[in-house]
């Protein structure tokens, strides 16, 4: 009796519940003072800002778990990003979704490459060798291509841009809130990297080498090739959602990401992932988005101004950090069994 | 047990890059016994290990399994004839569940690439009730003790068809209790069929398990034979090449009274603790894990202060709320976990023999750099730690030299009290004897010194004084001519059953 209470007890407090009070009691509060936030028109607001800090956070899980770090895809975003444009731009590149997305994901699976043989084969700490390859996307695409800014898609974007999944049109105001068919590529990727980390080898192969690398190697799991999936992973996905983040925000620079990778780990970190890896699953990243996307697109509506956003993260990323160590000390004193 | 051999090697030799680890070694292991393979550190063992799993090729020499001649072996093809190996450390991975870790290998084996989680769940419940365990499966790993970790891989290593289980210095971080319950599982997988070698080097503990028992020193087959044809006297002159006495430890007689503890006592820990060490004893305290026997040792340091009663050294009223007081008073201590707490690893001998006294050595803001070479060419020879220089780092020695610069850390203080927390804690037997000796020695010059330890032989040869915790609180105090087995019992208390349903 007493252990089942104890663990409907742990159960009731492990940290994607208390997440999910935090996310709760942070709507009620908003709600509160002003009611209109409880309409279809905030959660297509929500859906709608959480579309890239999904995607990227979903890559940078992946690499997490793995027991890595990756703080390059910012910079191959850019690369991404900028390169197919450019090259259409100057009648290079058909006009065509296939061809930019295509070339977007082949910048990223490149940049995802170089971090893997620096990480797997050449053993460097992935924290340096990931900032090595930031710095040389970054800077190498500045020489080489300068530094332009497009703000008008090619016509294929521009439509890709215009396909709705749903369109809510709020009665008294009439002000329209479309939901981009672009939310469905979140929503996949989570479904799919679900699916993948808890039902397939090639996950648990992931979650064994970030627990104990040299007890997956004993076990025999190839851990040179994990590793290398993971990053590639990575850099495919953040070529992918760079050129979303082009059609969606009608720009593409090279410098648009630039420092996005702080956030996106701390939406990891608040979700559960331990950045010594082997912890952390999609559920947990998706309640971190979900927390570090309302407090980035709601606080004006506490009251608070935008200035504070920066802030307000800061305060939620320490949240996260405050929840493991709370969790680790319970964990501690429950003793071992 | 039956006469049919699973495992043969013979004549197996391996060098590195010009060292003869293994200079020809014969084993021998039959189908359904436990046989140990003794030996000091670097005598080889680990290196027979890894040819037996495949891991390293021998260069010379022949391995049969199951009375197949077998050559180049890969670890893979060990593995597939029934070749288990529990290494120290386990190999398991923290953040998996329990049956994930069992069944996780297995799942590789057969190239699996989607994962049956019901699959998963069926087969840790087999090895669970094959091992004779009874462990949530679905707890993750980190969350357990050592034992029940120990047990996860050896049930890892059953549902894979173990034929030959090895197991690595299985006891060295276990109670005796949970190497009891150890000895159980062996015993109930031996009548299984299943070959079991142990790793060990502790007499007492393998005589209550092993048929068997092969020595090895220096990388050479030394003897072999039934573990009823050896006795603590042969074993030690098979594993170290010499006789060591088993003399006890008697200090003369002395009425001057070094270390006298009254009413000691920290909530939580231990309760009105007293007990005198005067000049030449060595005392040994000892109790079960959560005797309160540790505690006392870091109460007197001053790393978890008690709360009250009295200290008095060398005749003197002393207080200790910190380790700075302690060292104030010339308190000497070596921590239990010295890898961690006592030593910089990567740092030099010189480096960690003065680190406890480097004041002293302090020339304006320069260090007198020939100062601390010969106070550690003093220690070097004096306390006989074998090494070429002052200056290799501390990770490059074995377990007992680096227990030798601990100490020597703290003989450089000049300390009027010494206190040793498992002070031979992985070392072997012949340097054991070397620090019991050091420590003698110490007593004999009038340093008070207390060693904790659990290690009954130990305390009953080298202490002439031991007193025994219980619970918190002293439990009695005796003398060396207290037997192993009357100790013990004092340990866990007169009604065994009553301390079983705890």
């Not at chain 1, 444009?85 to 997305?101: E, R």
């Not at chain 2, 044809?229 to 002159?237: G, H, L, M, P, V």
Request: include cysteine; hydrophobic fraction near 45%; aromatic fraction near 6%.
């Amino acid at each position: 009796m007493t252990t089942q209470n104890q663990k409907l007890k742990m159960a009731l407090t492990s940290t994607p519940m208390i997440l999910i009070y935090v996310i709760a009691v942070f709507c009620i509060v908003v709600s509160i003072r002003q009611p209109a936030f409880l309409s279809p028109a905030t959660a297509i607001n929500i859906g709608r800002a959480g579309i890239f800090t999904m995607c990227f956070a979903i890559c940078e899980m992946v690499v997490i778990i793995s027991g890595g770090i990756d703080v390059s895809f910012p910079a191959v975003g850019c690369v991404a990003m900028y390169v197919p444009l450019y090259l259409n731009y100057h009648g290079m590149l058909p006009d065509n979704v296939f061809a930019f997305f295509g070339l977007a994901m082949f910048i990223g699976l490149i940049f995802g490459i170089l971090n893997g043989i620096l990480v797997s084969y050449l053993k460097l700490p992935p924290l340096i060798a990931t900032l090595a390859t930031s710095s040389i996307a970054s800077g190498g695409l500045i020489l080489a291509l300068g530094t332009r800014e497009f703000t008008t898609l090619p016509p294929s974007l521009e439509a890709l841009y215009r396909v709705n999944l749903v369109t809510y049109t709020d009665a008294a105001t009439g002000f329209t809130y479309p939901l981009t068919i672009l939310f469905l590529v979140p929503v996949a990727l989570c479904v799919v990297m679900a699916l993948v980390m808890h039902f397939t080898m090639l996950g648990r192969g992931l979650y064994a080498i970030g627990g104990d690398a040299n007890a997956a190697r004993i076990a025999g799991f190839n851990v040179r090739l994990l590793q290398f999936f993971a990053y590639i992973f990575c850099g495919v996905a953040a070529g992918a959602t760079a050129m979303i983040y082009t059609t969606l925000m009608h720009s593409s620079t090279t410098t648009a990401l630039m420092g996005d990778e702080m956030i996106i780990i701390a939406a990891c970190v608040v979700g559960g992932c331990r950045l010594t890896g082997g912890h952390g699953n999609v559920g947990g990243t998706i309640l971190g988005v979900l927390l570090i996307t309302l407090v980035q697109t709601n606080l004006n509506m506490l009251g608070i101004p935008t200035s504070w956003q920066t802030f307000a993260v800061g305060l939620v990323l320490l949240l996260g950090a405050i929840l493991t160590s709370i969790q680790a000390k319970r964990q501690t004193k429950l003793g071992k069994i | 047990m039956s006469e049919e051999i699973f495992l043969k090697l013979e004549g197996i030799k391996k060098s590195f890059g010009g060292v003869h680890a293994l200079k020809g070694v014969d084993l021998e292991i039959r189908k359904g016994e436990v046989h140990c393979l003794a030996g000091e550190n670097g005598c080889g063992k680990s290196t027979l290990i890894k040819a037996i799993s495949g891991v390293h090729e021998p260069d010379e020499g022949s391995i049969w399994i199951d009375g197949e001649k077998v050559e180049k072996m890969k670890p893979m093809d060990a593995i597939n004839r029934g070749i288990q190996v529990i290494y120290q450390d386990f190999a398991v991975f923290p953040n998996l569940t329990v049956a994930e870790n069992i069944a996780l290998n297995g799942e590789l084996k057969n190239k699996a690439k989607l994962v049956n989680w019901k699959e998963i769940h069926e087969t840790a419940a087999k090895a669970m009730e094959q091992v004779g365990a009874h462990i949530d499966p679905d707890v993750k790993l980190e969350r357990l003790s050592v034992a029940n970790k120990q047990m996860v891989a050896i049930g890892r290593a059953i549902v894979n068809d173990a034929k030959l289980l090895i197991l690595d210095e299985p006891t060295t971080a276990l109670t005796a209790r949970e190497v009891e319950k150890l000895w159980a599982i062996v015993r109930n997988l031996k009548e299984k069929g299943i070959a079991i070698m142990i790793v060990n080097h502790k007499l007492d503990e393998i005589y209550r398990i092993a048929d068997r028992l092969t020595i090895l020193r220096n990388g050479a087959y030394v003897s072999s034979g039934p573990i009823s044809e050896y006795d603590q006297a042969r074993f030690t002159r098979d594993m170290t090449g010499k006789d060591i006495s088993g003399e006890k430890y008697n200090a003369a007689a002395s009425e001057e009274e070094i270390l006298r503890v009254e009413h000691l006592t920290r909530s939580g820990a231990f309760e009105d603790v007293s007990f005198t060490l005067r000049k030449g004893d060595v005392l040994g305290l000892t109790g079960l894990l959560g005797s309160g026997r540790g505690e006392i040792g870091e109460a007197l340091f001053g790393i978890a202060p008690a709360e009250s009663g009295r200290v008095v050294l060398n005749g003197k009223e002393i207080t200790i709320k910190s380790v700075a007081d302690a060292m104030a008073n010339d308190i000497g201590y070596v921590p239990e976990d010295r890898l961690t707490q006592g030593l910089f690893m990567q740092r030099s001998i010189q480096d960690n023999t003065i680190a406890s006294s480097i004041r002293r050595y302090m020339k304006g803001a320069r260090l007198d750099e020939q100062g601390m070479e010969d106070a550690t060419k003093h220690w070097i020879k004096e306390i006989g730690i074998v090494a070429p220089s002052p200056k290799p780092a501390v990770r490059t020695l074995s377990g007992g030299n680096a227990q030798k610069v601990v100490i020597a850390k703290w003989l450089n203080t000049d300390p009027k009290l010494f206190i040793l927390d498992g002070p031979t804690v992985g070392v072997d037997i012949g340097a054991k004897s070397e620090i019991h000796g050091i420590l003698h020695n110490l007593a004999q010059q009038g340093i008070g010194i207390i060693v904790i330890s659990d290690d009954l032989p130990e305390l009953v040869q080298n202490c002439n004084k031991i007193v025994v915790m219980r619970d918190g609180k002293v439990a009695a105090e005796v003398d060396n001519s207290i037997d192993e087995i009357s100790l013990s019992n004092l340990l866990i208390g007169a009604n065994e059953e009553e301390v079983e349903s705890k």
